[in-house]
């Protein structure tokens, strides 16, 4: 029984390799090789592996969970397919859904949240073991509907994950946190509330910005300029010098997309994160300010200090206006959402090198009051910035959005740049913070060496202790179940009592961190599969797992402390010139900072360097020269491949069923970047037919489908023919259709209905019925065109035959009633 309102897909189809399937939902993805074949091309054994959740867009009307059904589920793994109502209703007609393994589950949308939940969601998610996969109806989107499906999960998913994941700390986070040591001297508290009353700009990388830099450039000695390290390369192209550089990120595709930055150095403040990219820090050359904590555990070498509250690094550089006393934030290039033509970074990004993004089904208003596209995590971060905006109000700093292209959001006031005041500043705000700042010259550098490394040897200690007494504990639960012949002891769980007790008495400072570090390890405990009973193996092999994640993680980090303290001591020789040039490149290559050379040579005369060191300057030089040039860095190369065209035909199908011709104008006028590629040009071919059918123009669009139309026969060409058969019908252009629909049934005999109705209904009966026999041989269980069929031979006279027909539908639907009527009535 289907749900009421809800359209079944039927009906199914069977290819010769038995694969069963609903042609709107996978077309011909399986007729040439077959299903097993595809997926193991497609999913490989990725698809098995142990002790994972796997979310999955689409069943491909089944095939995929016939495909789980045949081989044995991994201990430990669930799989949640999510998947379009409708196709769920014909699933269920179908009885797919009947008799699937208690760890298989398929859900709509709407119901995603609670079973995820029932198959631990959390667990997985704390180690690190979801596995989001788009099956081959949601990736080819012939149902477009798939990629609102798709954008939407990921949505929900990565919210939860960013939520969950964000309590836990990352363990990037702390090694950058220990290879930044050196460079975390001055906190970026001394700049809190002293700038009440004056105006700060916020540079970030969305398209408004160039609009907005103009206005900036004349504003430049009146206003606080923060500008997030990445537009780095557009401010240097503008020729304007931002005031503080801001920078978060952790990660080495940073530093490919913020190496500007590092051209600035003589006349900005660097304010990062303590996990920043030590690429950057490393090798930046003028002053710093750090935000957060200096060490990853609990000590007196924490002072108070600002904090970076996420999850971008424009969040982080608003936070920090409203700490330091603004009184009105201008924000520029904070658009969360696309241009109208789909680029989504500013001019001279790596992103708007790489064109449009077309792929997006998400949309949001905008300060002018059309709708832009946009894609999750900037959706979700629209609702962080709503709330820092709010926060930043109850502390008497409006928010101030300039941009009508810009994302509305309620918190933050829409303002042409006409209309925004600004109270100039007293003075050069560089000057400003720097008086603000404590020294930091040479001996106040050593300094700071000294007291990191001093701590660093303490914890060092205290680590090597640690992971001697998980060493013990491991001896202790061999022992505490008996081991090579040997009786079990209790004596051992006494132990093992006392051991964790003094973990936690003795190094509570430090016992977080481990934890924190580890966490991956130590919430394997975690039974991922905890329908069975708990043997005396299983339970040893926990407490294994248990003291072998504190060994593991206590191990590793005295592995970073211990680096740690080599690169200390490589700091503090720098300064002192205590070390061959040679000895400190070693470290710097070896970090990926070769532009450390400058900061070592800096207050050193030509005079002062051997031979061998002049030779080794010009290398590192050359080194970080290069770096900061490279013309094709990760970033702009993962950015190209992420501007894929694939998605479009399926999100312009979508469109043109809603009549969006909005949404269709704004593909057309990102094609127009995509100009080089023929899939572009046809892509716009079709599009533009559909915004003419919309607009009832209708030669127009038979001008556009029919360019489509050539030697070849590929998807867009079906999707023109279908338009040009809809369109010859609607306006009476009989033979256009039926050209159309004879070229599609015989590129695709699912069309072969379709023509066989046109063809019956122009009177050639013959010819309609030798069409429908034909898609018959393929689809015999196709009850509807059965009937067609057995009507047609009553018009046509051949009653006998037509009872014959009549009763092949019986034999699959005896109580068919149209059938019984037609074959039992009086022919």
Partial sequence: MSTPGIELLGPFLTNRFGDRYLWEVNRSAFDRVGS?????????????????????????????????????????????????????????????????????????????????KAFQLQNYLYLGAIDLRESLAAMDANLPEYRDLCDHLCEQLRTIEWATISQLGCRDFVIRQLENLGEN??????????????????????????????????????????????????????????????????????????????????????????????????????????????????????????????????NSAL??????????????????????????????????????????????????GWLAETQPDLHKAKEVLNQQAAIAEKAGCRVVNPASGAAKVPNVRYLPLSEIDVEPLDCSLVAAVLKLLPADGPQQRIKHYRLVSLELKRVKAQLRKIKELADEALRCNKGLFGKNGKPAHFKYKIRMDKIEKRLNRDFSGLIPLVKKFGIQNFLKINRLDNEKEWSDEEIEKTADVYY?????????????????????????????????????SEIWRRDGQPGRVHIWRNGRSAQAF????????????????AMITDPEPFQLKRARHQRSLAPVRGKALRMFKAKDVAGLERIIIALENQAEQKEATDLRFLIQGYMAEIKLEYSEALEHYQALIGETFENLTEDALKRIASVGLQTSQVEFAKLALECLANATFVYKPQYADLLRLLGHHQSAADVYVEYLERVPSDISVLIKLGQLYQTMGAMDVARQVFQMVLAQDPENAAARELCLGDL
């Fill in 610 to 625: 051997s031979t061998g060191d002049e030779v080794l300057v010009a290398q590192l030089e050359k080194e970080y020269d």
């Fill in 319 to 368: 936070a920090m206006a409203v700490d330091m006393g603004f009184s009105q934030i201008v924000l520029a290039g904070v658009d969360l959402c696309f241009s109208k033509s789909g680029m989504t970074h500013a001019t001279g990004s790596f992103e708007s090198v790489a064109g449009p993004k077309l792929d997006n089904v998400l949309t949001v208003e905008t300060n002018g």
């Fill in 185 to 314: 001297r001055i906190p970026a508290i001394h700049f809190k509330g002293r700038f009440a009353g004056k105006t700060a700009v916020i540079l970030a990388g969305g398209p408004s910005l160039d609009e907005i830099l103009p206005w900036v450039r004349d504003h430049q000695d009146e206003v606080a300029i923060f500008a997030v390290s990445r537009v780095s390369r557009r401010l240097l192209q503008f020729d304007l010098v931002p005031h503080l550089i801001f920078s978060v990120d952790p990660h080495d595709v940073s530093f490919d997309v913020s190496r500007e930055m590092l051209h600035f150095w003589e006349k900005s403040l660097f304010v990062h994160s303590y996990h920043v990219s030590p690429k950057l820090l490393g090798q930046w050359r003028g002053r710093s300010v750090y935000i957060g904590d200096r060490y990853p555990w609990a000590c007196d070498g924490n002072v108070n200090n600002l904090t970076s509250p996420g999850p971008t690094v424009t």
């Fill in 548 to 584: 072998e994640a504190y060994r593991e993680s206590a191990a590793r980090l005295l592995e970073l402390v211990e680096q740690g303290l080599v690169r200390i001591d490589i700091r503090e020789k720098e300064i002192l010139h205590q070390a061959p040039l040679e000895s400190l």
């Fill in 36 to 116: 097993a074949a595809v997926y193991q091309k497609y999913f490989g054994d990725d698809l098995f592996q142990p002790n994972r959740l796997y979310v999955i867009v689409g069943t491909d009307s089944g095939v995929l969970l016939c495909h789980l059904k045949k081989h044995a589920i991994p201990e430990g793994t669930r799989y949640l397919l999510v998947e379009l109502s409708k196709v769920i209703e014909s699933l269920k007609a179908a009885a797919l859904l009947e008799d699937l393994p208690e760890k298989v589950r398929v859900v709509a949308l709407e119901d995603f949240g609670a079973q995820v």
